[in-house]
């Protein structure tokens, strides 16, 4: 059984009298990569900052890195061993690469080397320019860099791939599946859904501040077992809604049928239309299911 690095019942957290988390239960384990999904207001930052006692919030039991948490406030031996990747980072503008990694590497007892962090970053190119300077995706990759400083058992990332580029991006899904065999627990929020589909062990969909699904993403899958059907066909609209299992049909530049029964529905399309082309069916994607579940909201 694997060490749980992050347990929470019952988390409340807001702003004010506005309430944003309600009665939130979450684990993180090491080696686990934890996303957490929601639309834009859903609580995602909230539950990170109320994780690192950033904002005020009540909790029924809350343990970090082995330690119970009673408030705020987070022991010097805790925060040496958290790193933190907030969507709204900022470095010195005036500092160069380099230096903004060595200052801030000197706040921990066990620091990766500047050589290290510049390799993971991909900015050896760019050491000696002045953060100020650098493109929306090299200043997230520095970023990047300073939350893993300290050599993190438990690394928080808030949409980490923004302003990257493709390439970049897949090099960050290299780095957190490096990570995640180093047995670092993680805890991921992104709109790229493609991202969680591919990073996650385990995925948290928040909406209207609660939980409302928490699992792999196969069983989430699985859970909603529709599949797509792609393809061009001569049959009307009316037709394709008569066929079984159709849950949805709508048509851009193919024809997607939607299906709870996929068999049946193909074996009714084909004998209806035999002349159907560009036949293509697939499972529905993480986005399918994220979208069933928030009541179509992305």
Known sequence: MKTLLAEMQQLNAGYGSQAVLENVNLTIAAGEVVAVL?????GKTTLIKSLLGLMPYQCEHFSLLGYQQHDQRRAANIKQQLGVMLQLGSVSATL?????LLVFRHYYANPKSLAELLEIADLEAVQHHRCGDLSAGQQQRLLLA???CGNPRLLFLDEPTVGMDIHARRRLWQQIAELRQQQVGMLLTTHYLEEAEQLADRVVV???GRVIANDSVSSLKSRLNYQRIRCRSSLSQQQLWQLPGVVDVSSERLLTITSKSAPDTLRA????DPDLQDLDVQMLSLEHIFLHLTGGQA
């Open 269 to 272: 399309l084909l004998n209806q």
């Open 96 to 100: 160069t690469v380099a230096e903004q």
């Open 146 to 148: 300073l939350a893993l």
């Open 38 to 42: 929601g639309i834009n207001g859903a």
């Open 206 to 208: 928040l909406h209207q």
